[in-house]
């Protein structure tokens, strides 16, 4: 089973920048994906990394904003977003898939979820 340590949330103006951190153990036996849940809404799957060679996968309305990459040597995946809008604001959460060949960021392939950090973009 895999063990989460999330952060890297926070308060960012809008137009501005976070890298949110995941130290999952043990990283390289998963595909590891970021997902998101705003307020009254359902939580969305935002990007993922495979874990055979590294190859992003991102949902169209991140793409070009949101860079994911992955350290095995620190078991750390990342999630680097720029330009922030305020509907950006929800709760992030990184997520292993032990199972898959191709990672693709659909909640019911991960069984294993971190207990998640919240971004909020604001003026």
């Known amino acids: 089973e895999a063990q989460f340590v999330e952060s890297g949330g926070g308060l960012v103006q809008p137009g501005g920048s976070l890298r949110l951190s995941c130290v999952v153990s043990?990283?390289?036996?998963?595909?590891v994906g970021w997902f998101r849940q705003a307020p009254g809404q359902e939580r969305k799957g935002l990007s993922c990394i495979n874990s055979a060679d590294g190859s992003p996968y991102y949902a169209d309305f991140v793409k070009g904003r949101f860079t994911i990459s992955r350290d095995n040597v620190n078991n750390t995946v990342y999630l680097e977003m720029k330009n922030l809008k305020p509907e950006d604001t929800a709760v992030y959460y990184c997520a292993a898939d032990p199972k898959s060949r191709r990672c693709l960021p659909h909640q019911i392939l991960y069984p294993y979820w971190g207990q998640g950090t919240q971004v909020t973009v604001s003026s």
């Open positions: 043990p990283s390289h036996f998963y595909n």
